[in-house]
């Protein structure tokens, strides 16, 4: 099996003419890291390429829209979490369920059969220490070399930006949420 050695930012600048698995990185506090990652998604489906979406926080029961379209499509969403959390609270339920579905996660990025695996929201199991950012390293720099690997959330540990291919930060400059506008269905879930 071909691995990928290093993202770019250990390899150094330079563009080649092949084709690899990239490793893309959304953060930041603003809004729509999950949602570019869905329209990553949605693009590599539509090129006929097998993807997956792992959620960290959100919970296995969730129904939001986007679980509801990729029924629809046949796109694999694994939620795996109990919903929004902090570091402290539950922990131990939340950290269970974070390495839970990181073993899923590097099961599937490892397998070779994906080509897109994003892991959405991994910023936290890896801010409160649920997870090792030394094991994801590892993970990302021995995939397969056609595997691309999206990670989101606040706040992405600083070794992951630098090892990435791509890595986006998303400021918030206004909110609707902070005028008392409620979350929507089709906006925020």
Known sequence: MNTVSSGSGEAGCGATNRTRGLVMVNTGNGKGKTTAALGLLLRAWGHDMKVVMLQFIKSATANYGEHRAARRMGIEILAGGTGFTQRGKKAGKHEHLAQELWSVAK?????????????????YPLRYDWLSVDEVLDVLRHRPETVHVVLTGRDIPQELIDFADVATDLREVKHHLKKGIKAQPGIEF
């Open 107 to 123: 099961e599937k990025i490892n397998s070779g059969a994906y080509q897109m695996v994003i892991l959405d929201e991994i910023s």
